[in-house]
């Protein structure tokens, strides 16, 4: 048996990017890969708005998904730690490889850019766990 793969994700409030990326890997690759998501200023709940778009994708447990901070992000030695949008200092979390993901089309106002942002970090996601496939 091969061992999983271990994934954090971090954003700045853990309530859209770093959360849909979460869950993309569960929808997508949950078989072989551990993901968690933490923000460096967590708020208080999910955006509405992601939730609408993984549902649009299939993902129905979004909206049980709470922030978290990186502060409280499991202890384990990461494969990757992946930052999005926010500089790729994450604290004291030990991985094999750091990622920096940035994304410069962002405006929430706009649902259209929201979708294509979402299909990019879509993406990135797949190829990811596709180049890791144990």
Excluded at 47 to 59: D, I, S
């Amino acid at each position: 048996m091969n061992r999983k793969i271990y994934i954090l994700f971090v954003c700045r409030d853990n309530s859209l990017l770093s959360q849909m990326a979460e869950a993309m890997v569960k929808l997508y690759r949950d078989d072989e890969i551990v993901a968690y998501s933490a923000g460096i200023y967590p708020v208080e709940r999910i955006q509405p708005r992601a939730v609408a778009m993984m549902e649009k994708l299939g993902y129905n447990e979004m909206k049980l998904h709470t922030p978290k901070s990186i502060a409280n992000a499991p202890d384990f030695h990461y494969d990757f730690v992946i930052t999005i949008g926010v500089p790729a200092y994450v604290g004291d979390k030990s991985a094999d490889r750091r990622l920096e993901w940035r994304f410069s089309e962002m405006d929430e106002n706009d649902e259209v850019l929201m979708m294509r942002l979402r299909d990019k970090l879509l993406n990135k996601v797949l190829n990811l766990v596709i180049s890791v496939a144990v």
